[in-house]
């Protein structure tokens, strides 16, 4: 008989630690969320982020470094984005091993205060960099003439070594609360901080989250509706073929790539994790508890996402990203305004830069 009960009297045990809290005043104390999804979910999830998010990075740094000199202003960008992700999906093997290891860190508490950094540093400066992209166009697209004297390479040298900058900035502080504690037998690595310096992380974070995140989002709203505007308004004196047909359709390929990677990634975790810190802090009821964790939980992966979506932006939205890849990998000449591959005659070395002079770049984007 007493055989029989054990396996009932286990589970009951375990309904009372997840689901009930002792009493009110230490709901969160108490509480202990049921979360053997995230242990097939998160080392899933990060795996296909890893290989996936190394090898589209490491042939979009490639492509940068080898095949894209000299860099315009958007390239620059691009360059700096897919750095940011190409770091953090090195660090994401611990991460898998912790998540499939059932959450026990065996790599000590700097290498976990360095893992959440990197996750949080390619989360900000994804968006900041993807915030001067969508500047750059708009400028490009609303003062063309403005544009090429106020944006140059140089300039946006020196801002990405500002969002570089800004966000490690801002995130130091996260490298003081990220801490490991003891769990049973397992060793926790925090996302957050230990339990007693939660509400100070939480109100930390929100800070970051409104610089960060709310600021350069609002940004590229306002922009792109400006940009959507300067695009569907007939220019006076121009038929419509006469109008920059490339540069337009390079315009609403970034608004669609970008507006996708906010959907997918970083605006269903930033609801989640805001809904999940405010309801910790508010000592919500277990069960509800375990119900926004685990929504939390499943956007994480999505933020990490970010890491794969980045390159589509490069192959559709980026200046000659595409077909300077295709020309890569299929090894064919450069292709001139008539369509036929050009070859350098003998002898006419010096002549080299006009035969690989790109046709198809905007004289106004020449430089940027």
């Not at 979009?60 to 953090?88: C, E, G, I, Q």
């Not at 929100?206 to 792109?224: A, E, H, K, R």
């Not at 064919?332 to 770049?361: F, H, I, M, T, W």
Request: proline share 6%; net charge positive; glycine share 2%.
């Amino acid at each position: 008989m007493t055989t029989l009960l054990q396996p009932f009297s286990r589970n009951l045990s375990f309904i009372f630690r997840t689901s009930i809290p002792v009493d009110a005043g230490d709901a969160n104390k108490s509480c202990r969320f049921d979360e053997e999804f995230k242990y097939i979910l998160l080392p899933v999830s990060y795996s296909i982020v890893c290989v996936l998010g190394l090898l589209l990075n490491s042939v979009a740094l490639w492509m940068f470094l080898t095949k894209m000199r000299p860099w315009n202003t958007s390239t620059v960008y691009m360059f700096h984005l897919a750095l940011s992700d190409t770091l953090y999906v090195l660090s994401l093997p611990t991460l898998i091993y912790y998540y499939a290891n059932r959450s026990h860190w065996p790599f000590g508490v700097a290498l976990c205060k360095i893992v959440r950094f990197l996750f949080y540093a390619n989360l900000y400066c994804s968006i900041l960099f993807l915030t001067c992209i969508s500047v750059h166009r708009y400028l490009g697209i609303c003062h063309p003439i403005r544009s090429l004297t106020l944006v140059k390479p140089r300039h946006a040298h020196v801002v990405c070594a500002m969002v570089w900058a800004t966000v490690t900035a801002c995130l130091v502080p996260n490298l003081i609360f990220v801490t490991t504690s003891q769990r049973d037998n397992d060793t926790l690595c925090h996302d957050t901080s230990s339990p007693k310096d939660f509400e100070n992380y939480v109100i930390y974070s929100s800070v970051v989250m409104v610089l960060l995140f709310g600021m350069p989002f609002m940004v590229i709203m306002v922009c792109y509706c400006l940009m959507a505007w300067a695009l569907c308004r007939p220019r006076q004196g121009l038929s419509p073929g006469q109008v920059r047909s490339s540069s337009r359709r390079k315009s609403i390929k970034l608004i669609i790539v970008v507006l996708t990677v906010f959907a997918i990634s970083f605006v269903p975790f930033h609801i989640t994790r805001t809904l999940y810190y405010t309801y910790r802090v508010l000592e919500a009821d277990c069960w509800f508890l375990n119900i926004i964790n685990f929504t939390y939980k499943i956007t994480r992966p999505l933020a990490s996402s970010n890491s794969c979506l980045d390159p589509i932006l490069y192959f559709l939205a980026g200046d000659h990203y595409r077909s300077r890849l295709i020309r890569a990998f299929t090894r064919q000449p450069p292709v001139g305004r008539s369509g036929e591959y050009l070859q350098p005659p003998p002898g006419k070395k010096n002549d080299l830069a006009l035969v690989y002079k790109n046709p198809d770049q905007d004289s106004s984007e020449s430089d940027r």
